[in-house]
């Protein structure tokens, strides 16, 4: 089992405050894993079972609690009054009225609570109206690189996993069958692209259309790195089905694909006038394997931007605000906000060997005059400094 070490220090640092530990994500990226990895921890350093209580609503004998009340009575007559107790609610969405339950044990002093959910309808419904300030969200995604790499341990061809990395699927189920069942791994990714697309999109928001619901989607796993707004989507599509399709339908399966996790909308940032710009994005996907469902993974393929999509996620982890930085005439891959005021300049190219594309892919970092640090990521080998812009082995920074 690979140690998401990340995520669980999070939990660590926010053990026994008074704050509900909201964790999110796409179906099957490990969050229940995760919070069997912080029982277990919190069980080797001397926290008692009887002081953790679990009960995960997507499990048969947890589905005959069919009120938030019949949970709450359930849980509050294991509680001891003595001690501090520990629980978690696994895919608590599933309970009715959820945010009702959460609410009404939050206000326990003895209960440190831990939550998780599928989708952004735990923060974007009632929840966020009833705890506005009283949790935090942390986002569970499928496996890093770094961590892809944990599970290979015993392969020393760095370069050949990272190539793997970018043309295949994360989801830790998904790496484990490709290697004890790799018949098998490709399926489990289609079981998983429909729960997600089926249950989590089209039946929840009661949708008929869902080969336009799919045409969206497609474009927008094909323009990774790209940027795009709904109105430009819906001119493209118009051009290739006889559907009619609006700006804002368009828009609002946009909204459908962020809740569930499949996608991540990064906002504009103009570096010269230090303002978010509006109604343009670029997108990233969850995970690149997911492009292959919908066959628009050729191997080896815009291998640019998947790199791009790699980093974003990286940069994501790493902490801070992380958006697409525009200048007066060029891009910036990304410009990360930390939480200290202090900025970050990212650029991203599969290799610039030649001396035209390393001109092209600094002349935007070289324009910004503040003294922020710079960085040029590549699959190049050599790591240097060109005019004070970092040039960086990816794979190298990756796993730093």
């Known amino acids: 089992m690979v140690e998401r070490k990340r995520y669980l220090s999070k939990l ?13 994500g796409i179906r099957r990226c490990g969050k229940s894993t995760l919070m069997q990895m912080f029982q277990d921890w919190l069980k080797n350093t001397g926290v008692a079972e009887k002081y953790i209580i679990a009960l995960n609503f997507e499990e048969r004998e947890n589905q005959t609690l069919l009120s938030w009340e019949e949970v709450y009575d359930f849980i509050v007559n294991k509680l001891s009054k003595d001690r501090m107790n520990y629980v978690f609610l696994d ?10 339950l959460v609410d009404a044990l939050y206000v326990k002093s003895n209960v ?38 944990l599970y290979f341990s015993d392969d020393g061809n760095t370069d050949r996993l990272f190539r793997q990395y970018m043309n295949s699927s994360s989801f830790p189920e998904v790496v484990n069958l490709s290697q004890t069942a790799p018949e098998m791994a490709n399926e489990y990714l289609k079981s998983l692209y429909e729960s997600v697309v089926v249950k989590d ?82 997108y990233y996907v969850v995970d690149l394997g997911l492009k292959n469902i919908l066959q628009t993974n050729a191997y080896d393929a815009d291998l640019g931007h998947k790199l ?10 790493r902490g801070g605000e992380v958006y697409v930085g525009r200048t007066d005439n060029g891009e910036v891959d990304f410009v990360v906000q930390k939480y200290d005021g202090q900025k970050e300049y990212y650029q991203v190219a599969y290799t610039v060997n030649d001396e035209k594309t390393l001109n092209r892919e600094i002349s935007s970092l070289k ?7 710079k960085y040029l990521l590549t699959m190049d080998f050599d790591n240097s ?15 730093s």
């Open 91 to 100: 895919e608590v969405q599933m309970v009715p009225q959820f945010e009702r």
């Open 112 to 149: 440190d609570l831990y939550i998780t959910g599928s989708n952004a309808y735990l923060l974007s419904s009632e929840l966020g109206t009833l705890l506005s300030g009283r949790y935090i969200a942390i986002n569970l995604r499928p496996f890093s690189f770094s961590e892809y790499m």
């Open 201 to 282: 999109i089209v039946k929840r928001n009661h949708l008929r259309k869902f080969d336009t619901l799919k045409q969206v989607l497609t474009f927008i796993f094909d323009s990774v790195g790209s940027v795009v707004s709904p109105n430009n989507i819906t001119d493209e599509l118009r051009k290739t089905t006889t559907e009619k399709l609006s700006h804002n339908t368009v828009l609002k399966y946009l909204q459908y694909f962020s809740e569930s996790y499949l996608i991540y909308p990064v906002k504009l940032y103009n570096i010269k006038g230090k303002r978010l710009l509006q109604s343009s994005y670029k």
């Open 367 to 373: 324009k910004i005059r503040d003294a922020y640090p």
């Open 308 to 317: 791009e999509n790699v980093v974003y996620f990286e940069l994501l982890s």
């Open 385 to 399: 400094n060109i005019d004070g812009i970092h040039k960086i082995n990816v794979i190298d920074w990756l796993l």
């Open 12 to 24: 660590i640092t926010l053990r026994d405050r008074h704050i509900i530990k909201v964790v999110t």
